[in-house]
């Protein structure tokens, strides 16, 4: 069977304005032939530090921008080349979740409405039918039938991003692209919602790409994960073989930094030296070469291609095998 989701050989530039100093308009490439397939009730966790294109990415599937070149296929239809009369009934398919819940709802409507929307302009529901789905929404999340004439400021945030979610499910999508929903939480709160999603995952036979900069927020979610730097894929493994046993320096050198509550177990000895380079005049070859611990002179003239390294664990490393040596946790 078709995969729900495939994206192929995506990619995204944007111009950048000259600076306060002149000089010319330069290109950033933000996502850079990025690759993969989300099967049906899969989660895929799309995870890197802020800057490497995976919100981008995230976007360009569902068109909110456009891409350059590449593939979107959703059931096997590709999207990209679609105008908006052939696109609205696919969208109903798939929703976004947005990190900042506080932006992303109206501050002058009131939460049943805001829930209510997507059911009105899609003709689902209205009047007193369009109300009851809307509580039954409410519930699904969490909130209750109080809430309803209620409006965002007087809501928490983990509360405000449970309406988020409930207005995405308004619709019956069946991708949910989550783009670091729970960032802006508090740590209590994160789990909160974390196992939300998964519960309702269940209940809706929803599938998820789940993006975040933390490798620990998406571990439990997540059954594949693709790591993302500088707009390329890196890895792209189970979930399992990934958090267990990283083939790429900078999987390695994010897992080091993900702090251990064991204070026995040693943890984030080898931080990741330096900071993410510019997007717009990217390090040549591997991008990652000037701050991987295990760079050799071919690194920096050489793209290494993204490869099954067994198993259909793919790395995009030319010394993959010996990933391991700076392990700390
Ligand atoms: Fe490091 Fe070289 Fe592998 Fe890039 S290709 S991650 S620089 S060892």
Known sequence: MAPLLEVRNLAKSFTVAPGMLGGKERRLQAVDDVSFTVEEGETLGLVGESGCGKSTTGRLILRLIEADHGD???????????????M?????????????????????????????????????????????????????????????????????????????????LAVRPSLI???????ALDLSIQAQVVNLMQDIQKEFGLTYVFIAH??????????????????????????????????????????????????SRKSGRVPLKGEVPSPINPPSGCHF???????????????????????????????SEEVGKFRTF
């Open 289 to 319: 070469h000037p701050r991987c611990p295990y760079a050799r002179e071919i690194c920096g003239k050489e793209r290494p291609p993204l490869e099954d390294q067994g198993g259909g664990h793919l790395a995009a490393c030319h010394f």
């Open 72 to 86: 979107v296929l959703f059931r096997g239809q590709e999207l990209l080349h679609l105008n908006n009369r052939q």
């Open 88 to 168: 609205r009934p696919l969208r109903r398919g798939m929703q976004m979740i947005f990190q900042d819940p506080y932006a992303s709802l109206n501050p002058r409507m009131r939460i049943g409405e805001i829930v209510g929307e997507p059911l009105k302009i899609h003709g689902i529901a209205k009047g007193a039918a369009l109300k009851d789905e809307v509580v039954r929404l409410l519930a699904t999340v969490g909130l209750t039938a109080e809430h309803y004439h209620r409006y965002p400021h007087e809501f928490s945030g983990g509360q405000r991003q449970r309406v988020g979610i409930a207005r995405a």
């Open 177 to 183: 692209i989550a783009d670091e929903p729970v960032s």
């Open 214 to 263: 933390d490798l620990s927020v998406i571990e439990h979610i997540s059954d594949r994960v693709a790591v993302m730097y500088l707009g390329r894929i890196v890895e792209l493994a189970s979930s399992e073989s990934l958090y267990r046993a990283p083939r790429h320096p900078y999987s390695e050198a994010l897992l080091n930094a993900v702090p251990i509550p064991d204070p």
